[in-house]
């Protein structure tokens, strides 16, 4: 490691004498410049095997010089810290080997400064190109508050309590409810700015000069109020970002995995995203090309967490949700088995007939699923299969493609015949830990042979779950002889059903229903069950054919 030192003292007297003052002036007491200044650099984890550390890119740092009354670090990295003791622990993120400089400037009485720099070297092995991609779509992306989501500003509590520490428990914020007051209507003014550097990440906050303050913290921007508001207050210039590993009580949970992505957001210069809460680090929960959800312990509060969730849409109030911006769709172009890049399957009877005593066996071969003209064709057949009577398929994009709000339309030609029950539908992605009905639950379509041409559209959740779900219907011609559009607008405040554009049902939404985080998509032809009810005994077969499965945001 090689040692640079580099001293330079500014005398506050020789300014005075060039600016022609000849009165001696005493009032800063004894002026002297900091001197014997050293800065120790322990890497976190060095051995004789681990000369650069232990990969965490942690180096505690502890300065000490005669004369001084502060310390200021600067890293060659772009941030800075103040450090009145001199100590503190700085993690460098840059993935590898990588030697920085580290300044640090000794300030003493009267303005006098002192500086010393270090060379260190150290290894990183912490990387989130996705989440920098996704961030910055590789040049420059804006963000905004989604002011029209249930629960886009909240707060929890922050402890070791796995069952509620990873979200907004104690106070979720409803569809702009920070517009209704002048007082916190600067929130949705924000405009959050993410680009890329070089490799370095970069973040600025437009704010018009005007930051919403949670009121422990009014005094930072000279001012004093009982509850968070508005104060004249700039957020200040462009901000480098380095990424490393969450340590928080999420990232502990058995199953974090569900609930945090495990990326933290350091932000220099007390930089932070909107709402000042004095921190400026945030745990990325969730992100994805056009929504983020993130955490943050409250400064001077480790108590509280709070909950920030951002679009790439700017709000609009009073305003439909229009979704144009297609982000995946299947056409179903290429003939022979679905693709797996995209398509699981449900194989087998599942437990009690999948929960509905449903009469068939799920498979994955080509008699039950395959793509063929320009279509899926999922059969429904007539046939000993897996210990069952009827065969059939059940595919699903079950971690290969979740999504939160959109619309989706699924052009399909439904199956024939008594005892058929084909649906569209979706699920929350986070079944595993919230099982169902706690998960949710959205039908876009189901159809029952027994009763021929009614759409059924229902939404499942706590309360609502088995045969009391959420329910509506609508009579439509054909359409088991010709192609029809069913679709579905998913947004912060309803869930609504349409077959070619026709409304089936429409579903208020809000922070108490589990409609407001990522959910997959399903297709399947069930044959009886609690629904699907007496199969006919001339049955044979019969398909259910998706032209396309398309989802906009």
């Known amino acids: 490691m090689s040692k640079k030192i580099i001293i330079n ?29 050293k800065i120790t650099a322990e890497i976190v984890g060095k051995t004789t095997n681990a000369p650069d550390g232990d990969g965490s890119g942690m180096v505690k740092l502890t300065a000490t010089a005669d004369n001084a009354v502060s310390f200021k670090y600067v890293f060659s990295d772009g941030t800075s810290e103040n450090s009145p003791s001199g100590k503190f622990t700085k993690r460098f993120t840059k993935t590898g080997v990588n030697t920085y400089t580290v300044t ?104 018009g000069g005007s930051t919403f303050f949670n009121a422990a913290f009014a005094s930072v921007a000279g001012g004093s109020s009982p509850d968070d508001a508005c104060l004249s207050y700039n957020a200040g210039g462009i901000k480098t970002v380095s990424l490393s590993p969450s340590e928080s009580v999420v990232s502990k949970n058995p199953d974090h995995a569900t ?5 933290m957001l350091n932000f220099s210069d007390g930089g932070f995203m909107g709402y ?24 001077g509060n480790p108590a509280l967490a709070w909950y920030h969730i951002f679009t790439t849409t700017k709000p609009t109030q009073n305003q439909d949700t229009d979704y144009t911006n297609l982000v995946w769709s299947e056409e179903f172009n290429t003939d022979g088995a679905p693709d797996a890049a995209k398509w699981g399957y449900d194989l087998g009877k599942g437990d009690n007939g999948w929960g509905n005593n449903e ?71 986070n079944y595993a830990t919230k099982p169902w009905p706690a998960c949710g639950e ?38 088991s002889t010709e192609f029809h559009v069913y679709k579905a607008v998913w947004s912060p405040t309803s869930v609504k059903t349409y077959v070619d554009d026709v409304m089936i049902h429409s579903v208020a939404n809000d922070a108490s229903l589990p409609f407001n985080s990522d959910f997959f998509l399903i297709l399947n032809v069930a044959m ?26």
């Open 9 to 37: 003292i500014v005398s506050l007297f020789a300014i005075l004498l060039m600016t022609g003052c000849q009165k001696d002036d005493y009032t800063f007491g004894s002026i002297e410049a900091p001197t014997n200044l």
């Open 104 to 207: 640090l400037i000794a300030n003493g009485r009267g303005g006098i400064a002192s500086n010393i720099t270090l060379d260190v070297t150290v290894l990183s092995n912490f990387s989130d190109d996705e989440a920098v991609q996704l961030l910055t779509s590789g040049t420059s992306k804006k963000w905004y508050w989604s002011a029209s989501e249930p629960g886009h500003l909240g707060v929890g509590q922050n402890d070791a309590d796995a069952a509620k520490n990873y979200y907004a428990n104690y106070y979720q914020a409803g569809a702009f409810e920070k517009a209704a007051s002048p007082a916190s209507s600067c929130l949705y003014d924000n405009v959050l700015t993410f680009s890329l550097d070089g490799e370095q990440l970069k973040f600025q906050l437009d704010n």
């Open 259 to 263: 609930q945090t992505r495990g990326t």
């Open 276 to 299: 000042y809460i004095g921190q400026s680090s945030y745990e990325i929960l969730s992100i994805t090309a056009n929504r983020m959800v993130v955490r943050a312990v409250m400064g």
């Open 359 to 429: 009469k068939q066996n799920y498979t994955n071969a080509a008699t039950n699923v395959i793509v063929q003209g320009g279509s899926l064709k999922i059969t429904a057949k007539k046939e000993a299969s897996g210990g069952a009577d009827y065969s059939s398929a059940r595919l699903k994009t079950d971690a290969k493609f979740k999504f939160t709000y959109g619309k989706i339309e699924i052009k399909a030609k439904l199956p024939i015949g008594a005892g058929t029950w084909p649906a569209i539908w979706m699920l929350g992605q």
């Open 442 to 479: 959205i039908d876009i379509m189901e159809h029952v042979g027994n009763n021929q041409n009614v759409i059924l559209s229902t939404l499942h959740y706590p309360g609502h779950s088995g045969g009391n779900g959420n329910t509506g219907s609508k009579t439509i011609p054909n359409v």
């Open 528 to 553: 009886g069950g609690n629904l699907g009810g007496n199969i006919d005994a001339a049955f044979t077969q019969s398909s259910m054919e998706v032209d396309y499965v398309r989802v906009y945001q």
